[in-house]
């Protein structure tokens, strides 16, 4: 959290489709229009200059009252910037272009406007078409593909390398819903733009095995070590929601467990518990960068495309303090397969393409981006 830096390279979108991406995420996902108080919360580091600019700019011409803070990084939940908190309590809709919206999912907080966390905080990913499709889009998918999932009582994960991981479902509560917003179907307080997961699911009596090939951080604290790639894959032996037992390299498994014990022991947490889960959903959801150029940022952004599921580790209480990405997997809730070898199950449903064409081309809306950056 807060480690993220802006990636150098040659702009593959134009000025116009970023600006296209900023109105989309204004009017369609934040719901601004004339009159509209809005706080931009921007993180040096994360957001780049040139966009904060140009999302500042639209608000103003959609006629909105627009306020602009610019906040360091915040190093964990305990250390919260008083005047950001202060000035959202007070503002109709909150645009996070900031870590701080990651821990506001697990502390209370003042203020009953809409806030949204914005994950498109580069050029190339603003201008793209992940941040381009209409925003209800992905809310219709998600009311259609929620019921179908909280229908079910256990699921299964497995990956081609070697993940085998099932339990009954034990989904966190929803948060009690506003009757004045519109429920995005995803199971979070704090819109995020582009919506892109599957509503988390309670892990703690899961057994099985989980595939480790990274650890990233989950935005709850800031550490000097943000997460580790392992040498080469780690199969581990879960029970009862706590890794118990390792297969693999001997160099790879001394690193993991360095690392989850380092991390448990700075958050005076379990280092070795898997506590929930959650899969991405969007198809237009990619990588602007590899694990390699920055752990952060690759996860920050390829957690919503349906390629990855990622786990959430060290802790019982969600998020934890690290993720756990698993790449193509096949899950299924009950007897039916919802993502196959890493591909969205419900895409060619007809009904999810009539809620789509509300909006947007479903051909163009549904296209399926493979590209997870490894």
């Avoid at 009582?153 to 917003?181: F, H, M, Q, V």
């Avoid at 595939?211 to 935005?219: D, H, N, S, V």
């Avoid at 070898?341 to 981006?369: M, N, S, T």
Wanted: include cysteine; charged fraction near 20%; charge should be negative.
């Amino acid at each position: 959290m807060g480690k993220i830096e802006p990636i150098n390279q040659n702009y593959q979108f134009t000025e116009a489709q970023v600006r296209e991406g900023a109105v989309n995420m204004l009017v369609n996902g934040a719901n601004v229009t004339k009159g509209t108080e809005v706080l931009i919360l921007n993180e040096p580091g994360l957001v780049e200059p040139e966009v904060a600019d140009i999302i500042e700019q639209e608000a103003r011409k959609l006629g909105a009252t627009v306020y602009v803070m610019w906040a360091g990084s915040v190093k964990g939940p305990e250390q919260l910037p008083g005047p950001a908190m202060a000035a959202m309590q007070h503002c109709e809709v909150t645009i996070f272009n900031h870590m701080l919206a990651g821990l506001l999912r697990l502390i209370p907080f003042d203020g009953s406007g809409l806030k949204l966390l914005n994950f498109c905080t580069t050029w190339d990913t603003l201008g793209s078409e992940f941040a381009r499709v209409h925003y209800k889009v992905m809310m219709e998918m998600m009311q259609y593909f929620g019921p179908l999932l909280a229908a079910e009582s256990s699921y299964r994960i497995t990956c081609p390398l070697g993940t085998d991981y099932y339990g009954d479902i034990e989904t966190k509560p929803a948060p009690k819903a506003d009757n004045k917003k519109e429920d995005t179907g995803d199971g979070f307080a704090l819109r995020t733009f582009p919506i892109s997961v599957s509503p988390p699911v309670m892990s703690m009596t899961a057994n099985g095995k989980l595939a480790i090939r990274w650890l990233t951080p989950a935005g709850i604290h800031e550490f000097d070590e943000p997460g580790i790639t392992l040498p080469s894959p780690v199969l581990a032996t879960i029970k009862d929601g706590r890794m118990v037992d390792f297969e693999g390299a001997d160099d790879a498994i001394a690193e993991l467990k360095r690392f989850v014990e380092d991390i448990g022991k700075q958050t005076n947490k379990d280092g070795y518990i898997i506590n929930s889960w959650h899969a991405g959903t969007n198809p237009r959801c990619f990588a602007h960068v590899t694990p390699a150029d920055s752990l952060d940022a690759w996860m920050y952004m390829i957690h919503g495309n349906p390629r990855i599921v990622h786990f959430h580790t060290i802790g019982e209480p969600p998020p934890g303090e690290m993720s756990i990405p698993v790449v193509d997997p096949t899950i299924t809730y009950g007897d039916k397969v919802f993502w196959k070898d890493g591909q969205l199950a419900i895409l060619d449903h007809p009904e999810v393409r009539e809620r789509v064409a509300k909006y947007h081309d479903p051909d163009d809306a549904l296209f399926v981006d493979t590209n997870i950056g490894v």
